[in-house]
């Protein structure tokens, strides 16, 4: 079952190894347990529903409960404590447009607020119901998961929005094909979430990000329904396409989504490479996006990044052999992990390897095979597991993102790692920081860091510790060019910082797009564009 | 000198071969020659101007006369008739984005309407003035064509808006870059105008749409200026730059435009394959680029369009020669040619034209060399030429655009061809269509259709023929799930038929951009949004 308070399925559990724990410590010091609340205990806090009876619509406590938080540091921190704050008044259960059109007309008329709701994932504050005089119903996805139809010929499959990652997956393989959407979320997160949040997968390198998978589709919207129709490009004006990704929920509840799949390839294989230093690894890691060779994953982690991976791998004996190794060939402290994968047909895929090794012998790259790759690939959505991990051993962990071109890239992502390592000098409290590249495109890359951190001795100093982190963090990211979001969306965490990239004029026409499609600010109030009376 | 009444420049001559004109003649008749009017009497049209001195505005009247007209059919046969209907009232020529806020400051004080130009190539009518109370100001950038910075760390290029095809390429090149961006139109379009209407080059498949390159930059707008920073990709909501793309001048004129650009390709050759069949050929096509292979371009003819592209070469003893070879190799009538390319390293190269022989050679594909393939590249930017010669023969020619998913691409490409063919027989009178596919998805292909016939006895009559073709065609498209244009835009002539593809609530949404950035419909208006009151 999954967990109330925290990521993921109840039986999958990630313990942090006693190495882990070790490397840990001798950098933040001992652990800081905190006590986490019972579910009975906040089940005890969650007070009537303010709804009327409706026959979509559940206002059981526990149900509520489950709807009511998202994944990002501070929800983590209120789960365990067990102070929700604010509470859903119901959540709504539809499974076909027509019943998400009638809740829409029944919000309407009750004045309701409403919170569109896919797998519960956001890190950024995208679902959490504020206090409002208006009682608030989330209208959850769930129930809309199937694969609704499959054009093999155009290769477009029609789901509904509610499909979490392998909903899709195993629905799509039965047939033989593949979206290849992987975001680390992707046990829980939905095909609607990931359009309206615009997210970003692992293997974005071949499959595109969302916004190149996403072909159209509906949404119901105050205003009416919006259909998208599917071609595979179009002149015909700004499209709408673009409109709905990364609108949040605020310009209304995606109903159906279309998407472009592939067909399994023949071969997939993941390989990893040391690089001798940060500034060999990164100049390398370019030279293979921008010369195009035509890999499916790129992930480069930094020397701090690497050296935490291979400590928390849990097996220090092969890790000193593995260490050996590489400084026989050049790559020792201050050494980089390039994880890079390969996706398609044989032939192509030994041309790609072949031309990735090359390339990167050029920055004394040292290649390790495949067993590495592998373990990334069998590992690739266990990282938010961790958490618990860490937090049984006393520490909080939690990660941001952005993403700016590469004439930027080394400069941003030390801004970043030094206002978060510097962030809680104030209290003598040191931060592990370390951070991968893990999207590139021929302009720039993604940056990608987390930050581990003593909670204080309360939840509230523990918050207060990462409002100041993420703060500080946030705003030297939009400082210097870097967008406040490459893959996570902007949510209400985002939104104070969205308007220094957007501009004002800029925000000024989303908010016309906002009013357009849902006058009343009944949808997602606040998410993505700050509340303006 | 460029034509004042026609396409590109004087000094080249594309003449309609005495083969091909007997194959023209065999199909459509003896040409109808009408007289064309001479630059005197159009000047001699030309009214005073309504505006009053200003010093960045030309009205001399030949100036005014190159400014009124695009390249669409209508446009051609005003400007050969000499009846070029309004012509604007004066042309300004910023030579900096502080020009451009002057001009549309003092448009605001004049009460002008203003008309962004670029190229002057728009196909559907978007840089036309119409009858109006309110003075027309054209604004040409064709004084902003400068290279203003290169990013090689980033391979991120700004220009002015105004560089022509040729003035980006000649200063990418000298520095080892390119955009990759070819349109037909290469030679007078400009990028600024590429971003207004979402143009796709000829080698999108390896360089992308104009979606795909163009990056960032500013647009002057009368509710200030948008300024889109340069993210290699970011979830922070609706992509700004997506609203500006096709925003065909509605929402602002674009005074920088920043391009994705990419270092020059070791190597770069052109093939030629012959299909047996249609039915061969569409299926190859389709699996060559769901297959992925690596390719730059791919340009399917229909067997109409292989036959008359060969009976218009010229060459009819090399053209025997070619058809018997291809004959031996069981490509007989019914034959259908598809051109590809390959831009990169050579190793891959030679892969990817390896993996494309073997794959056409399963659909009975002929495989030819790169001669044919050479002559494609030699003339890919002759054929708008050819209006002059098939109009000194006698002959109008026109094409129309769209594009489906693949599973619509044969029912909408023989309903377009149907529409047009049997368009005049009322009137008794033939139409000569082809079709070649030239941009292609993975989920469906673009299809470009040409029409050729027989001008009236009267100017009048020609375009009567012309707009009853148009407007069955068109219909034809938006009521078939084809979008209204792949790559020409929307301009005044599609959009009529845009709400078929937007829908109401779509349209609605682009018209509440179109008052938030434009309130009194200053900006090309009824371009894209027909002009609503």
Known sequence: MRRW?????????????????????????AGQVLPDASLEQVLAQVPASRL?????ISTDAEVRVRHARGQSLPDWLAMREGRFGQFPDGVALPESAEQIRQLLAWARAQDLVVIPYGGGTSVAGHINPQASERPVLTLSLERMTRLLELDEESQIATFGPG?????????????GYTLGHFPQSWELSTLGGWVASRSSGQQSLRYGRIEQLFAGGKIETFAGTLEIPTFPASSAGPDLREMIL?????????????????????????YAVFLPSWEQALKGIRSLVQARVPLSMLRLSNAIETETQLALAGHPEQIALLEKYLALRGARAGKCMLT????????QNALSVKQAKQLLK????????????????????????LRHGLWAAGYAVDTLETATDWGNVDNLLNQIEDSLRAGLAEEGEPVHVFTHLSHVYGQGSSIYTTYVFRPGQSYEQTLQRWQKLKHN???TIVNNRGTISHQHGVGRDHAPYLAVEKGELGMAALRSLADHFDPDQRLAPSVLLETHE
Request: aromatic share 10%.
């Open 5 to 29: 308070n925290g990521w993921g399925d109840e039986a999958t559990v990630v313990e942090l190894p006693a190495h882990g724990a070790a490397f840990l410590g001798a950098r933040l010091g």
């Open 473 to 475: 963090a946030s705003q």
């Open 163 to 175: 499909a979490a990652g392998p909903q899709v997956e195993s629905q799509l393989r039965a047939r």
């Open 52 to 56: 009327a009876a409706h026959p979509l």
């Open 340 to 347: 890079f994968g390969v996706t398609g047909n044989r032939k």
């Open 246 to 270: 990364g609108s949040e929920g605020r310009f209304g509840v995606i109903s159906e989504v279309k998407v472009r799949v592939s067909k399994l390839a023949e071969q997939e294989q993941f």
């Open 362 to 385: 050029g920055f004394g790259g040292v290649f390790t095979g495949t067993l590495l790759g592998k373990k990334w690939a069998e590992n690739r959505f266990r990282f938010p597991y």
